[in-house]
């Protein structure tokens, strides 16, 4: 009975750890669309490596680079609630101070259903906090039937 009471507490234990490893590298993705909602640019400005790196994956297949300053600043000249990207963390995988995140998402303007797709994030932790290193995602409006 004590080596099953062992076993459970051990594998709780490593549960619990991995979970909260998984909401602090999860934290800085979540202030990114909380940022985005409420065109908080000091919020968006904290969850940024100095040298991230932000893309997007065109139709064609173009790769193009967006400075994040440039996002920050667009960004902050929206309404409060004018943007609204709905993800969902789909996997989460740690090595060390590396961590790779993948979440579909449904962007929505004004209220409005605009397009879907996936962000790939890619973080490092810095002084022991988590920030974006990388995005690149996907935009489309089709097939969006199940992101919505």
């Not at 590396?98 to 996936?118: D, E, N």
Request: charged share 25%.
């Amino acid at each position: 009975m004590n080596k099953i009471l062992t076993v459970t507490l051990f594998l709780s234990s490593f549960c619990f750890a991995q979970n909260n490893q998984n909401q602090e590298i999860e934290k800085p993705i979540r202030n990114l669309f909380l940022g985005m909602k409420n065109a908080d640019q000091e919020l968006l400005k904290s969850i940024f490596s100095e040298s991230a790196i932000l893309q997007t994956i065109t139709k064609d297949g173009t790769v193009k680079t967006e400075n994040i300053s440039d996002f920050i600043s667009s960004i902050s000249k929206a309404s409060k609630d004018d943007l609204d990207e709905r993800i969902t963390i789909e996997a989460v995988h740690v090595d060390g101070n590396l961590a790779s995140v993948f979440t579909p998402y449904q962007f929505y303007y004004k209220g409005k259903f605009l397009h879907c797709g996936a962000n790939s994030f890619q973080l490092v932790k810095q002084n022991n906090v988590w920030k974006i290193q990388y995005i690149i995602d996907t935009r489309r409006k089709e097939n969006c039937e199940n992101s919505k």
